[in-house]
């Protein structure tokens, strides 16, 4: 059950270890932070030599290409924030400051079960300040080709519905629905895996991609088998992944959403896009507090008329 009051980390977690896509060495520290400060990203290192803060908020994202990127590649940005944002969302984690010396959050095991040992390792804590949800009053979609993304009002709580559909007969096509809870997440999802398809290797390899995946971080997928010799944590694992990243994903709403997620065949461009479809018109959703009775109309409002900075093809 989440609190009406919002959270934050008791104390400092810090995580050490590489990026999928760089695989350059990478160190994270989740830091309490205040009541209304939200998710934020501290880029240190950068080679300007200013320090860069970037708000984890859907018109951010500067990418879409096989992971999430928020910031500028410029002046800083951020990469894979999937995992940590769906470990965030998923526990119920409203406030957190997370500083990071590279411009990619670390792999881990490839899902999201590091992130959330670690802030369970340390604990939350409340915030004087209630909790507020955007609340879907309209129906949103985004469509690509024959995928589509779509969220819907619901009278409570927040779900999600995900559908995937792969020519591979080893992925092959399977859907997974719920209600999402902290005890749902740890238990369905947050264990799910990341993967990938060993026939594209090479290419993601030439494209400046997956450098640092491995079978210790990626669920590698044969013409006719797993190839890690461990197998899948879950019969649907493929499934349960992208049902995190599209938790992780949407929380760059910025706040908790009450509505109905559903996507087929989606993946981080619509996970993002039907957020600014959401956002495109103020008619479609309400900030409302904890007790959910109140419109809050003296909020300034999220991302009107705000763009994506870039959408790729997911591959």
Known sequence: MRT???TTLKAPATLHGIGVHSGNPVAVTLKPAPANHGIAFLRTSVPTGNDRLIKAHHACVSATELCTVIGDIETGA?????????ALYGLGVDNVLVEI???EMPILDGSARPFVEAIDAVGTVTCSALRRWIKVLRPVRVEHDRAFAELRPIDRGFRLDV?????SPVIGRSRKAM????ASYRREIAPARTFGMMRDVERYWKAGFALGASLENTVAVGENAVVNPEGLRYADE???????????DLALAGLPLQGAYRSYCGGHRLNVGVLTQLFADRANYAIVEAQGTRRETVLAEFGAGLGIAAFAVDL
């Open 101 to 103: 010396d590279g411009p």
């Open 4 to 6: 009406n009051q919002q």
């Open 163 to 167: 559908e995937i559909d792969f020519e």
């Open 238 to 248: 493929f499934v349960r992944h992208k049902f995190l990243d599209a938790v992780g």
């Open 179 to 182: 209600d999402l809870t902290p």
């Open 78 to 86: 951020v990469a894979t924030i999937e995992h940590l944002m769906s």
